[in-house]
């Protein structure tokens, strides 16, 4: 069978060792605004995996775009060194590593760095950010000098190529969108003048590295009134080719804007696979003799690999499968899809991490960031033990396989006839089915290890098994406790709505409340199954915002959803019921809101750990016995893989954390 995605290729005067490339992305693995050792073997890992192409995470070319420390630059030439290690560390594994260069412009957040944000207009990115500083011809001319001069350090410091991006609402977008620029003088108004700014940075790159491979990262469509879409950005594409020898178009999508554009950049689960692949297809159309790097949230290279054999892109990019399974490439190659570690596309560890100004991690691959330590934990020679591990959720699952690939002699038992635990059960929403890709790879990894698994065995009391075993982890996970609003509603949890409701049809004169105190995707999600099902539903949260503690890049598209779905969405609120009644009262003005034909309230409240066989362990048995995942503390499926997997290898939690977070 002809696979073109294994195929060489050439891009400008580099040759790729396959059509696969790992699109910029960013960690916060900085210090300084400069990469760490955590960023070259991040990198280094993907390489080794067998990515052909690699392009950096976005290099900021001036300190107005830094935001935090977090971000990398190239500011000056004490960069060099710092770059040079990380190019060192990509090409020892034989991939090709390109530097991306950009300024963020106005949604550059200068809170931690005391600057202004820079633009093309006094336009804030969002309601309630800043206005940004409108650049003057000076300021214009100091940035494009900046892009040149970072053009040089990063040729300096040993990549192959050069990828400016002009795409994501940045700063370059800024000036080329009529939505972000209003100017009036010679960089406003016509597009004659409003790409003047990128012909001006093209210039000067081209002028500093003329033997550099030079591509554009551009969107194919920002998602907004008065925006660019594709049949313009075909026109900005062929007037910058008329003029520069572009080595290739990386067609990307959306704006950095408070609305539904910006989660489109980062599509979960819920947008479906590959939602953007037209967009390729169009330039490649229209550029034939051109390069076209496609990205659009494949989930796998053999999906890939259908926009290749159609002429939709010459290569394809694949970011967050890559942080699931470094070794994405090698395993295609090896024809092991089947053990290719998934990516769930949630977006909780990789960009939800970083709006929070954290390093990024994986909610199926906690070894993240931590790549080179992992490595050496696996290569250290350990003592057989005999561990029990109680409980077959997500943190008991991933215990088992960690602690059976440590060489222990492991049983696992759980309590219900099937593994997965709550996960399992959020799998059944339709909006939220990836995340039963998880169980599947955890099953399959269980299914290769030596561990023993007994179901329906449910354990109450360590006494008379404590001494057959040398460890024993704790991982019977959590629950929900239906509370009383009244009288004549029945109230059940979210785990027994997910098995009452799911794929059961609604209409609208039967209304459904959700209680939502978690701010999470557990109300967010039962709340769309419900509305797409057909029922009213009202959706009530005493605080004064909407989904806390859901990334603002997932938010912004549920929201609309649940809105086009007619969600009565009310904040503030508490629930009372009485006589068959329900009535929701507004606690900042008083209102009171009567809902009618309500037939079920769902509370989604605080969930308790379910740690009786823990709390039962005295002083004497503490040593060998831990407490993981929720049953430690209810949070979510990211702490229960990473706490299974540090215990499971550690058996000692602290000695995990000792060993993996000072690294």
């Known amino acids: 069978m002809s696979r073109p995605l294994l195929s060489p290729f050439r891009l400008g005067n580099i ?61 000056d030439d004490n960069c060099i060194d710092a770059y040079q290690k990380l190019t060192d560390g990509v090409h020892e594994f034989g991939s090709a590593i390109f530097a991306q260069i950009m300024h963020a412009g106005r949604q550059a957040n200068g809170d931690a760095t005391r600057t202004a944000a820079w633009s093309s207009s006094a336009i804030p990115w969002t309601v309630g950010a800043n206005v940004p500083h409108v650049m003057s011809h000076g300021d214009i001319e100091a940035m494009v000098r900046a892009f040149g001069l970072a053009a040089v350090r990063m040729q300096r410091s040993g990549f192959d190529g050069l990828e400016v991006h002009i795409g994501h609402g940045h700063l370059i977008q800024q000036f080329l969108s009529p939505a972000t620029n209003n100017r009036t003088d010679k960089y406003g108004g016509l597009l004659v003048n409003r790409i003047r700014f990128a012909e001006e940075v093209l210039n000067e790159i081209f002028k500093s590295v003329p033997d550099f491979v030079v591509g554009i990262r551009i969107s194919a469509d920002e998602f907004l009134p008065n925006g660019l879409d594709p049949s313009q950005m075909v026109e900005i594409v062929d007037l910058l080719l008329q003029k520069f020898d572009l080595g290739f178009v990386h067609v990307s999508h959306s704006a950095y804007h408070g609305s539904w554009t910006l989660p489109s950049q980062f599509a979960d689960m819920n947008f479906g696979h590959a939602p953007y692949r037209h967009h390729a297809g169009i330039f490649k159309s229209a550029f034939s003799n051109l390069a076209v790097l496609a990205v659009c949230r494949l989930d796998t290279l053999t999906e890939a690999q259908e926009l290749l054999e159609n002429n939709e892109a010459d290569l394809v990019g694949l970011a967050r499968p890559h942080i699931a399974d470094p070794d994405l490439v090698s395993k295609f190659e090896q024809n092991r899809e089947l053990d290719v570690r998934s990516c769930v596309a949630c977006n909780q560890e990789c960009i939800g991490r970083v709006e ?308």
């Not at 396959?18 to 760490?36: I, Q």
């Not at 995996?49 to 971000?71: C, K, M, Q």
């Not at 759980?414 to 593994?419: I, K, P, Q, V």
């Open 356 to 663: 929070k100004s954290l390093p990024i991690s994986c909610v199926v691959n906690p070894e993240v960031g931590a790549e080179r330590i992992w490595r050496e934990i696996r290569m250290r020679p350990k003592a057989s033990r005999k561990v029990l591990i109680i409980g077959g959720g997500p943190a008991g699952m991933k215990a088992a396989v960690a602690a059976s690939e440590a060489g222990h002699q492991v049983t696992l038992l759980e309590a219900s006839a099937t593994l997965g635990g709550q996960v399992a059960v959020a799998a059944k929403l339709k909006k939220r089915e990836r995340f039963g890709l998880l169980v599947q790879d955890l099953i399959r990894d269980l299914s290769k290890s030596n561990v023993k698994i007994e179901l329906n065995t449910k354990v109450s009391d360590l006494s008379e098994i404590y001494d057959q075993y040398d460890q024993i982890i704790v991982a019977t996970g959590s629950d929900f406790a239906p509370r009383n609003f009244g009288v004549g509603i029945e109230v059940i949890t979210p785990l027994h709505a997910i098995a009452k409701f799911a794929n059961i049809k609604g209409n609208p004169n039967q209304s459904v409340v959700v209680l939502d105190e978690e701010g999470s995707w557990i109300a967010g999600s039962i709340a769309e199954e419900l509305a797409t099902n057909g029922f009213q539903v009202y959706l009530i949260s005493p605080t004064a915002g909407l989904f806390g503690q859901i990334t603002m890049y997932s938010k912004l598209a549920l929201i609309p959803r649940l809105k086009e779905l007619g969600v009565r969405v009310y904040l503030s609120s508490k629930i009372e019921i009485t006589n068959e009644i329900l009535t929701i009262s507004n606690s900042l003005n008083s209102e009171m809101t009567l809902v009618s034909n309500c037939i079920q309230v769902i509370d989604c409240g605080s969930r308790f750990s379910q740690d009786e066989i823990y709390q039962s362990v005295t002083a004497s048995q503490n040593s060998k016995v831990h407490v993981i995942g929720d049953a430690l503390s209810p949070r979510t499926a990211a702490e229960a893989i990473y706490e299974g997997q540090a215990v499971g290898t550690f058996l000692d939690l602290d000695q995990a954390l000792a060993n993996i977070e000072q690294h």
């Open 15 to 75: 040759q790729l060792r396959n059509r696969v490339f790992l699109p910029g992305h960013t960690t916060d693995f900085g210090l300084n605004n400069l990469p760490t050792n955590r960023n070259t073997e991040y990198l280094a890992a993907r390489a080794r995996g067998g990515v052909g192409l690699i392009i950096s995470e976005a290099i900021r070319i001036h300190p107005t775009s830094a935001g935090r420390n977090l971000t990398l630059g190239a500011f």
